[in-house]
């Protein structure tokens, strides 16, 4: 029986299939995983984890027999995909399964800004339509240019969400592609054409506050910056100052920078709609996110082959 390291959370469905193939250590069971891993590390062969929680350098140093890193999730910037490549250890991720629900949460963030979702929802809930009479009027989503930052997959999927409402849609990403839209090779000057501007770039250090004060400000006080990205792709202290001073208009946020801890600042301004990193959080997509990490796996014990490595290890296949 193979060791599995399991990094967070997994559903009942996932461990039943695991069950036989793998004796699984839960990291949230161990009371010192430093001193586990210096026990056990070489035993661990296969490693479950997520897009957020990762697997910490230290851990992977650890486990000098690892041969594959299943991530439970299409983001894998909290693995070093790199160090692991040169290592000959395989990961994986679950693209393709999730496109069409982060492109929902990007239209439905940008479609309750837009029209002014939550307050009136809250002039309702709070009786004042009927004591005070209607709310004022908001704004439409038709027509609108849309700037999308990360035209991959999602990015793609997002632009096939928005064809109803009629937009004019540019895109900005490290090349031109062979699609409809406009492409702009200098992200401000997307921005300052945009009405809305829509992140769904990979995270890491490559797009560490992309979206920066100039792109912020460029982006308008009539603007919406909508992100179903990473947290750290936006500088969330420049995008609360402008905000504050109306120097952008508004956000639909999904993700943050310090995620779970939102900052007081940014929670308080009405003029935000705020989501819990849910933009793949459906039953129906977590499944089957859930099947394809441990598919990756299981192929890998019975064939030593995977259905999804990410791009830093395609080689290794």
């Known amino acids: 029986m193979k060791h599995l390291f399991i990094v967070g959370g997994i559903t009942g469905s996932m461990q039943e299939q695991l069950n036989g193939t793998f004796r699984s250590h839960f990291l949230k069971e161990m009371s010192d995983p430093a001193a586990w891993l210096a026990d056990n590390g070489d035993s661990i062969e296969y490693v479950l984890t997520n897009g957020h929680d990762g697997l910490r350098p ?132 997307m921005a300052a054409e945009a009405d809305v501007l829509i992140c769904i770039t990979p995270g890491g250090a490559g797009t560490h506050h992309l979206i920066n004060q100039e792109v912020i400000e460029a ?52 003029n935000v709609v705020l989501t819990p990193h849910i933009g793949s959080g459906t039953v129906e997509t977590r499944a089957a996110m859930g099947q394809l990490t441990v598919d990756n796996l299981l192929q890998h014990v019975a064939e030593g082959s995977v259905i999804s490595p990410v791009p830093e290890c395609a080689d290794l296949i």
């Open 219 to 270: 982006l308008g006080p009539q603007g919406l910056l909508i992100n179903v990205a990473r947290g750290s792709v936006v500088d969330e202290a420049a995008m609360i100052d402008a905000l504050e001073s109306g120097k952008l208009g508004g956000a639909g946020l999904d993700v943050f920078e310090h995620e779970p801890r939102v900052p007081e600042r940014l929670r308080a301004l009405p």
């Open 58 to 189: 230290e851990y992977m140093a650890a486990m000098s027999n690892l041969k594959l890193i299943s991530n439970y999730g299409v983001g894998y910037d909290a693995i070093d995909a790199e160090l692991a490549a040169q290592r000959g250890i395989l990961v994986t991720h679950t693209p393709n399964v999730l496109n069409a629900e982060v492109a929902t949460t990007a239209l439905l963030l940008m479609l309750a800004c837009y029209r002014e979702l939550l307050a009136n929802d809250a002039h309702v809930r709070s009786g004042k339509w009927e004591t005070e009479g209607g709310t004022p009027l908001s704004h439409s989503a038709d027509n609108r240019t849309i700037g999308i930052v990360g035209l991959g997959r999602i990015g793609q999927a997002i632009a096939d969400k928005l064809a109803p409402f009629n937009p004019r849609i540019l895109y900005h990403s490290r090349s031109a592609k062979d699609v409809p839209y406009e492409y702009f090779a200098d992200l401000t000057a």
